[in-house]
Structure formats: structure tokens, C-alpha cells
């Protein structure tokens, strides 16, 4: 059953690309085929892993990852404020 859920969900995105991509090619959005292909790629992705209940990261692991050595930064540029 989930391999058919997943094949259905590949499906329905191909069939999304198959009827945007084409109006985006004529009024050359190259740079917009490019982000509507990146997030459609990563959101069926995640719907598919998430159909195999595969563990995936929650998003602000990620920011806290990315944010927790600038905080450190700027903590030691300006010492801590109000202790």
C-alpha cells in the first residue's frame, strides 16, 4: 500500500511539472524552474519518506544548527548583556 501511495505521489508530480513547467519555459522563468523544481523534488521526497515512517529531522534542528555558532559569536563580540 505504500509503495502505491508513493508511486501515486511521483505521479501526481510529474504530472504538476508536466503542466507548470511548460508555461514557465515560454515566458522564459529559467531561475523560477529551477525553485519550483528544487521544492517540488524535496517536498515529495519528504512525503515519501514520511509515507515509510522514515525519522526524519525536525526543522529546527537545522536553524539551531545554523544559528547556535552565530550566537556564540556574538556573545564573545559583546560579552553577555544583562548578567
Do not use: D
Request: no cysteine; glycine share 8%.
Amino acid at each position: 500500500m505504500i509503495l502505491v501511495m508513493a508511486v501515486a505521489v511521483i505521479g501526481i508530480a510529474v504530472l504538476i511539472s508536466l503542466y507548470e513547467i511548460p508555461k514557465m519555459w515560454k515566458v522564459n522563468m529559467k531561475r523560477e524552474i529551477v525553485v519550483f523544481s528544487v521544492i517540488l523534488v524535496v517536498s515529495t521526497s519528504l512525503f515519501i519518506l514520511e509515507a515509510y515512517e522514515v525519522e526524519t529531522p525536525s526543522p529546527l534542528q537545522g536553524v539551531l544548527t545554523l544559528f547556535k555558532p552565530v550566537g556564540t559569536w556574538i556573545v564573545s563580540l559583546f560579552g553577555k548583556v544583562g548578567g
